[in-house]
């Protein structure tokens, strides 16, 4: 496989091919069970790892994987949530479309460097030109044809030729097999067009802590079916490429669905005046014309409700985009904020102060040590590792690259 060379100022650069894996929920602790995984094992001896890291909140993946294709925090590029704040709807918009996103990303980094980027079920991905091999994850509204938005938003052409060849394998969007049919378009891509930046997001762990909690057996599903996935990847890949993997956030068990749009109806309040924005850990206070002793009662209120933790603090709301609302709060251990009422045993959205939450990530390279293991920083700061393997220009990034990540200083 060719490794893409770029010219800066008359020196010439081997750019490192770079796949990207994101597994999904997959918290530095579930990552001990994860590794005792036949191909994980391998992975992990193979790798330095950064563990007991923080993520972004608000910890949903659609913030938090815009953050990392960023490398900033949600105030700064616009994606603030998996879905769009529309009052009155059960079933809002999500934003998967790339126009969302107000910084520039690695695929345009990579793109300024004719580098081709390959995304197979990236969130915010949809309709970016800049991906030469798009398959994005696109939500159907319901009634819509999954398979007709998705065509519109992505590589038409290589998405229709890769479901003829796999359909067998997908039951709709369900896990794990969609993630079977993510990693085998993927792995068809890599050898079929040798793109520079891989990038992969598999959910499977995810979706089933969503719906059997995390200490369920049924999640020894996801192991099998992440490591077979990853096993599948490694086989296509050369050894000049380099692995990069992380978790974008943990999850927690929850018993309690809480709805507190209904406190407001008790009190007479409708969603044109205020309307409170459900994101599983955390909910935030909409004012769109109610008095400020209504936002001040309500806010009392809300406090000695069921379910209620805490009120967020001002740095959190300024750095999740939310400094312009009145007020943020976020659930104790056990429950969670929606719309509406639905049944889940898993979920997040919480602050990265919550216990058993820390994050991870990993990478494998012939730059990089075997068995090492590092701890702390930032999610962002694998912002600025992707870049510094593919030598993209990305000024903006606020994370850094972890010291001694790479066995000698790299400038």
């Known amino acids: 496989m060719n490794h893409g060379i770029i010219g800066k100022r008359?020196?010439?650069?081997?750019?490192?091919?770079?796949?990207?894996?994101?597994?999904?929920?997959v918290s530095d602790e579930t990552f001990d069970i994860l590794k005792e995984y036949r191909h994980f094992k391998t992975l992990y001896r193979e790798s330095t790892l950064v563990r007991e890291v923080d993520?972004?909140?608000?910890?949903?993946?659609?913030?938090?994987?815009?953050?990392?294709?960023?490398?900033?925090?949600?105030?700064?590029?616009?994606?603030?949530?998996?879905?769009?704040?529309?009052?009155?709807?059960?079933?809002p918009d999500w934003l998967c479309?790339?126009?969302?996103?107000?910084?520039?990303?690695?695929?345009?980094?990579?793109?300024?460097?004719?580098?081709?980027?390959?995304?197979?079920?990236?969130p915010v991905t949809g309709g970016a030109k800049e991906i030469a091999y798009n398959v994005p994850e696109i939500m159907a509204k319901p009634r819509e044809s999954q398979m007709i938005v998705s065509l519109r938003a992505g590589s038409k052409f290589l998405q229709l030729k890769e479901?003829?060849?796999?359909?067998?394998?997908l039951k709709g969007i369900q896990q794990p097999q969609?993630?079977?049919?993510?990693?085998?378009?993927?792995?068809?891509?890599?050898?079929?067009?040798?793109?520079?930046?891989?990038?992969?997001?598999l959910t499977a762990y995810d979706s089933l802590c969503h719906q059997y909690g995390k200490d369920s057996k049924k999640l020894k599903e996801a192991y099998e079916a992440l490591d077979?996935?990853?096993?599948?990847?490694?086989?296509?890949?050369?050894?000049?490429?380099?692995?990069?993997?992380?978790?974008?956030?943990?999850?927690?068990?929850?018993?309690?669905?809480?709805?507190?749009?209904?406190?407001?109806?008790?009190?007479?309040?409708?969603?044109?005046?205020?309307?409170?924005?459900?994101?599983?850990?955390?909910?935030?206070?909409?004012a769109y014309n109610c008095s400020e002793a209504t936002v001040v009662q309500m806010k009392e209120h809300l406090r000695g409700t069921q379910g209620f933790n805490r009120f967020?603090?001002?740095?959190?709301?300024?750095?999740?985009?939310?400094?312009d609302l009145p007020f943020g709060f976020c659930a104790k251990v056990g429950y969670f904020y929606e719309r509406r009422e639905i049944q889940e045993k898993g979920n997040h959205g919480y602050p990265l102060d919550y216990p058993h939450y820390k994050v991870f990530y990993g990478v494998r390279g012939k730059r990089f040590e075997q068995g090492k293991v590092l701890k702390g920083g930032s999610l962002l700061d694998l912002t600025a590792l992707i870049a510094k393997e593919c030598e993209l220009d990305m000024p903006d990034i606020k994370g850094k690259i972890k010291e001694n990540i790479y066995k000698e200083r790299v400038l």
């Not at 008359?10 to 929920?25: F, N, R």
């Not at 993630?179 to 079929?192: A, G, P, R, Y």
């Not at 409708?270 to 459900?278: K, L, M, N, P, R």
């Not at 740095?315 to 939310?322: K, T």
């Open 97 to 122: 479309f790339s126009q969302f996103i107000k910084a520039k990303t690695l695929w345009q980094a990579a793109n300024e460097k004719q580098l081709k980027t390959a995304a197979v079920m990236w």
């Open 163 to 169: 479901f003829l060849r796999h359909k067998k394998v």
């Open 10 to 25: 008359k020196e010439l650069y081997l750019v490192s091919k770079v796949l990207v894996i994101s597994l999904d929920a």
């Open 312 to 323: 967020l603090t001002t740095e959190e709301m300024q750095l999740c985009g939310r400094g």
């Open 55 to 91: 993520s972004l909140f608000l910890s949903n993946t659609y913030p938090i994987h815009t953050s990392v294709a960023t490398g900033t925090y949600p105030y700064e590029h616009g994606v603030f949530s998996n879905t769009k704040v529309q009052p009155g709807n059960n079933h």
């Open 228 to 286: 077979a996935n990853l096993g599948k990847l490694l086989a296509v890949i050369d050894e000049e490429t380099t692995v990069i993997f992380f978790s974008d956030h943990g999850q927690l068990n929850v018993h309690q669905c809480i709805q507190p749009n209904i406190y407001l109806r008790e009190r007479g309040i409708s969603e044109e005046e205020a309307y409170i924005e459900c994101c599983g850990g955390s909910a935030f206070f909409h």
């Open 178 to 201: 969609l993630d079977q049919f993510s990693t085998l378009v993927m792995c068809d891509i890599i050898k079929e067009k040798q793109p520079d930046l891989m990038l992969l997001h």
